[in-house]
C-alpha cells in the first residue's frame, strides 16, 4: 500500500488524445485539425516576422529580474487600451483594473477565483458550446455555473432566441462568460444587432459580462473590428470583466502571456480590485513570465511595430478565410449533398463543420483525418496543398 495507491489514472484530455493519434499514424498525408495553434501553407508553425524584431530589440536586455505581482504595468496599460479602445471613458476615468496573467487561461482561472472569494452567491453562465475548459475552470475554483443556449443546429448559426431566454433567467450579480469574438468551437458570432440586444438584456437583468477574448485579430484580421462586442458593450456603459490573450494572435503560445481586466465604477473600486487580484496571484505563481510581456510592450509600444504586427495579424486571418471559402468550394464542386455554407459564414480559428462522431472517427481510420469528435475543424491546419483531400474524404464520409 502507497500513499499513491488510490490516485486513479486522469482522462486524457480530449485534444492531447488526437495527437497522440496522429503522431502514431505511418500516413505521409495524415492531417491534424485538432489542435488550435496557427499553421502557414506548408503546415509550418508561424513566427511572427514582428516577434522576430521585438525580440532583437530587447535581447542583451539584462534584466532578468521578478516582475511585480500583477506583472509589467507599462504592458497591461498597452493590453487593456487594445481590448477597450485608446480613449475608453474608463481607461481615462482611472476605473480599469488590469494585471498581467498567464495568458488566457491564466485571466479565466484568476476571474474564477475572484468570484469564489468576492461574489459567492454569483454563478457563471456559460454559452453551451464552449472551450472544454471553461468547466474546469470555474469547476475548481468552485464557483456554480448555468449554461446557456447558444447554437443551434438545424441552422449551424446562432441561437439568439434560446440565448436572450436562458440569460434572462439570470439573477442580479451573475458574471455572463461571452466569446468576444471567433467563439470556439462553433466559429459562430452574434451580429451587432445582436450583440446590443444581448447587451440591453444583460443590463436590465444587471448580469455582469465577462469576454474571453483569446483571438482579437484572427477572426476578421482586424483587431478593432473584432473588439466590436465589448465597444457595444462600453457604449451602454457596462462594467465588464476581459481576458485577453497574446497565444494566437501574435503567435506567442508557450510564452503565456496575457492581460486580465475588471472596468470597475471609479477609481477607487479599481484600485480595491486590483491590489485583490494580486492577493489572490501571489499564493497562486507569485508573478508573471517576463519574456512575453516584453515582447508584446515593445510591439504595442512602439506605432511602426505596432502597425507591423496589425498586418501580420491579417495576414494569418485572411489565410484561414481563403480555405473557408476554398473548403467550401471543392464540397460544393463534389456535388456533396449537404449544406457547407456554414463553413464561410463561421469565423476564426475553428469550422464547426456538422458532422457526427462516427464521421470523425472514419475520416481518422480511413483517411488519417484527425479533429475533435465534434466535428470541429481547426481551419489553421488546411492548406492549398491539402484542402482538396479534405473535401475529398468529408465528401465520403457524409455521403
Ligand atoms: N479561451 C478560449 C475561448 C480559447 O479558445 C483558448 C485557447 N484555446 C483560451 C481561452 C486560452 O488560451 P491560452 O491560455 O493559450 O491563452
Excluded at 132 to 158: C, T
Excluded at 176 to 201: F, M, R, Y
Excluded at 301 to 327: C, D
Aim: hydrophobic content about 40%.
Amino acid at each position: 500500500q502507497s500513499l499513491f495507491s488510490d490516485v486513479q489514472v486522469a482522462p486524457k484530455d480530449p485534444i492531447l488524445g488526437i495527437t497522440e493519434a496522429f503522431l502514431a499514424d505511418q500516413n505521409s498525408e495524415k492531417m491534424n485539425l485538432g489542435v488550435g495553434a496557427y499553421r502557414d501553407d506548408d503546415c509550418k508553425p508561424v513566427v511572427l516576422n514582428v516577434v522576430r524584431e521585438a525580440e532583437s530589440r530587447i535581447a542583451g536586455s539584462n534584466f532578468m529580474e521578478y516582475l511585480p505581482i500583477g506583472g509589467m504595468k507599462a504592458f497591461s496599460d498597452l493590453s487593456v487600451k487594445l481590448a477597450f479602445g485608446e480613449d475608453a471613458l474608463p481607461i481615462q476615468e482611472g476605473r480599469v483594473a488590469a494585471v498581467q496573467s498567464l495568458s488566457g487561461t491564466g485571466s479565466c482561472r484568476l476571474m474564477a477565483e475572484f468570484m469564489h472569494r468576492y461574489l459567492p452567491q454569483a454563478k457563471i453562465w456559460i454559452p453551451k458550446p464552449t472551450w472544454s475548459n471553461h468547466h474546469n475552470i470555474w469547476k475548481d475554483a468552485q464557483v456554480q455555473q448555468e449554461l446557456y443556449r447558444y447554437y443551434k443546429p438545424e441552422s449551424r448559426g446562432l441561437d439568439q432566441e434560446g440565448l436572450l431566454e436562458d440569460l434572462s433567467k439570470g439573477s442580479p450579480g451573475d458574471v455572463v462568460l461571452l466569446h468576444a469574438c471567433a467563439h470556439n468551437p462553433t466559429g459562430v458570432d452574434p451580429t451587432p444587432q445582436q450583440w446590443k440586444e444581448i447587451s440591453k438584456l444583460m443590463k436590465e437583468k444587471q448580469l455582469f459580462p465577462f469576454f474571453d477574448m483569446a483571438y482579437q485579430g484572427f477572426a476578421s484580421g482586424d483587431c478593432t473590428r473584432d473588439a466590436q462586442a465589448i465597444r457595444v458593450f462600453l457604449e451602454d456603459g457596462h462594467l465588464m470583466g476581459c481576458s485577453q490573450s497574446y497565444a494566437k494572435n501574435m503567435g506567442l503560445y508557450g510564452q503565456r502571456i496575457g492581460c486580465f481586466s475588471i472596468i470597475t465604477d471609479s477609481a477607487d473600486e479599481a484600485k480595491a480590485v486590483e491590489s485583490q487580484m494580486k492577493a489572490i496571484a501571489r499564493p497562486m505563481y507569485s508573478n508573471p513570465p517576463l519574456h512575453g510581456a516584453l515582447l508584446v510592450k515593445e510591439i504595442l509600444g512602439n506605432e511602426a511595430l505596432k502597425q507591423q504586427w496589425y498586418e501580420e495579424v491579417r495576414g494569418m486571418a485572411e489565410r484561414i478565410i481563403s480555405m473557408r471559402a476554398l473548403l467550401r468550394q471543392h464540397l460544393e464542386d463534389l456535388k456533396n449533398p449537404l449544406p457547407w455554407k456554414h463553413v464561410t459564414e463561421q469565423i476564426g480559428m475553428f469550422c464547426f463543420s456538422g458532422i457526427s462522431p462516427e464521421q470523425v472517427d472514419r475520416l481518422a481510420q480511413d483517411y488519417s483525418i484527425y479533429m475533435t469528435r465534434n466535428g470541429r475543424i481547426s481551419m489553421a491546419g488546411v492548406t492549398t496543398k491539402n484542402v482538396s483531400r479534405l473535401a475529398e474524404a468529408l465528401h465520403k464520409v457524409t455521403t
